[in-house]
């Protein structure tokens, strides 16, 4: 623009505005001079606003006063680019913080490493980072501010803690295990001997906790860890810690070791050749091994495992443990399935090589070598049909009620008899404890918030001192249940996460066949096979049974 004149100053910092009064042709506002700027090779300039307007009016006063002395103001600057750290309390990370200058420097990757040696960074850099940063600022416009997480410690880690190690199997583990012959063969007859261990056989191990893994701050520090913790080593009854290793637990009687939920005991153990009415029934107060049959309408009743190395035949079986039967059980059913003259009783699990008429019922699953049919089964776990590692059995007219998958080669038979599947009674106990929790959450809820509220007006108050006793319980009293709340809020959580769970558990999986008149039902939402299908799994999510082939 004639008569108006912007340039840089010889320190290649400063903008300078020269204006000539008597050289410019037409009337000059603020405004133009930034129209002027920014269709300039200066327009990144830092610019000082208040001295363009004192530069317009030096030149309306000049043309007033017919001056031509030239004008000359200062208008702008270049500005570098600010980097600066900041590091967060507990020294586990760090982040530049960008503000990009007006035609000033930018950073570079260099400029970026050396404002981390100045701050004391010297772990857990991340290049790639600083990389992008370098990059996003050659792209970002004056001004602009943004931060980067730029360094990383790590955190120490606690050591885990000691855990259990049985050094003997339960009778059901070794049932389901069949012995090795050779390096490839296994002898599916020879389940392997029950074990029975004398005083002072080593039962179980504590393991010693480990040390953790150390971490380091972003400066360098190493932090130390934690070591593991050791976990409570009590003996159960019938074991006595070693007087040589306070970590070792050995047996204090003969008898059936049996190692649940962490703790190991040993049961006292009564042994004999069959049950029949020549030996009478079973009560005892310990496990029972039976080495031969039990015959029919014979009975057994233990506080600990029933392990039957023989046949069972319309016998009535009761075990505060597992029960185990390695050769098969068989009983006798009415016309209308309501009847069974074998019935199997246990608060653990149950295992039969092979079953026919059987009233099985337990807290936890019910596995069965072979084949399984006309029974009924009530458990609270799974149910499996077949070698564990590939469940090939059969399994077919039986009624099951269970809470999670069953699993076999065939499901069901050619005659189309009914298999009757329903997980319907451990999901309904679900949902009503799910209930009673959001109901009772949903009042201390209500109750907090309006708690809240008080004691924000009480509290906002000037207490006498006399009363400050009283007002102190109260907030103590609110925190109390602010704490409730937040429990319960978690239980809601976890009950939550228990349903979802439970509903991508249950599925009935055929790993050969599934033959029509295979029902399995969750509640009002049932699924019915009206053909033959090949290996197939079942299972329900969407609100809804789904049939998927096993490829």
């Known amino acids: 623009m004639l008569g108006i004149t912007i340039k840089i100053d010889e320190t290649d910092r400063y903008l300078d505005l020269d204006i000539a009064p008597n050289l410019i042709q037409k009337k000059v506002e603020a405004s133009d001079i930034h129209v002027l700027i920014q269709k300039s090779e200066f327009k990144h300039f830092f610019i000082f606003d208040e001295n363009i307007i004192d530069a317009i009016n030096s030149y309306k006063s000049a043309e007033k006063n017919n001056s031509s002395a030239v004008i000359e103001n200062r208008i702008g600057e270049r500005r570098d680019t600010q980097v600066k750290c900041r590091i967060v309390e507990d020294q586990l990370s760090a982040y530049l913080n960008i503000t990009i200058g007006y035609a000033g420097k930018l950073p570079t990757l260099d400029s970026l490493f050396a404002e981390l040696k100045a701050s004391g960074i010297k772990r857990g850099i991340s290049t790639k980072r600083l990389n992008r940063l370098v990059e996003q600022s050659a792209q970002a416009l004056p001004g602009e501010i943004f931060e980067e997480l730029i360094a990383k410690g790590l955190p120490p880690r606690v050591g885990k803690s000691s855990k259990l190690k049985p050094l003997v199997q339960n009778a059901l583990e070794r049932i389901l295990k069949p012995q090795t012959l050779g390096s490839s063969r296994v002898d599916m007859r020879n389940l392997g001997a029950i074990i029975c261990v004398q005083k002072g056989a080593e039962l179980l191990r504590r393991m010693p906790p480990s040390d953790g893994r150390n971490g380091f701050t ?33 047996a204090d009687i003969a008898g059936m070791p049996k190692f649940k939920d962490q703790k190991m005991w040993v049961d006292d153990i009564f042994i004999c050749k069959g049950v029949n009415v020549g030996s009478g029934n079973v009560e005892y107060d310990g496990s029972v091994l039976v080495n031969g049959d039990v015959t029919e309408k014979m009975e057994i009743h233990a506080t600990g495992d029933v392990t039957i190395n023989g046949f069972v035949e319309s016998a009535t079986i009761h075990a505060d443990g597992d029960i185990i039967i390695t050769e098969g059980a068989m009983g006798k059913v009415n016309d209308s399935a309501t009847e069974y003259s074998t019935s199997l009783t246990a608060k653990g699990s149950v295992h039969v090589a092979h079953g026919q008429g059987l009233d099985i019922n337990c807290n936890g699953n019910v596995t069965v070598g072979r084949q399984l049919a006309y029974s009924r089964i009530n458990c609270r776990g799974k149910v499996t049909v077949g070698n564990l590692e590939k469940p090939n059995g059969n399994i077919f ?155």
């Open 397 to 551: 007219a039986c009624t099951i009620k269970c809470q999670d998958a069953v699993t076999a080669g065939t499901l069901g038979a050619v005659s189309g008899s009914n298999l009757n599947v329903d997980f319907s009674e451990g999901f309904n106990t679900l949902l009503e404890r799910k209930d009673t929790l959001d109901e009772l959450l949903k009042k201390i809820r209500q109750n907090n918030t309006r708690h809240f509220q008080r004691m924000n007006i009480i509290n906002s108050k000037s207490i006498p001192q006399d009363m400050q006793d009283r007002v102190d319980e109260a907030n103590q009293m609110f925190e109390n249940e602010s704490q409730l709340l937040q429990w319960l809020e978690n239980k809601a959580e976890e009950m939550r996460k228990s349903k979802e769970k439970y509903q991508t558990d249950i599925q009935l999986i055929a790993n050969k066949r599934v033959y029509p008149g295979v029902v399995v039902k969750l509640n009002n939402r049932t699924w019915r096979a009206e053909r033959e299908y090949d290996r197939a799994k079942i299972c329900f999510h969407g609100h809804q049974w789904h049939f998927e082939p096993l490829i």
């Open 218 to 250: 972003v400066g360098g520090e190493v932090i130390k860890a934690k070591s593991g913790e050791w976990i409570k080593f009590r003996p159960g009854d019938g074991t006595v810690i070693s007087d040589n290793d306070e970590n070792l637990l050995l």
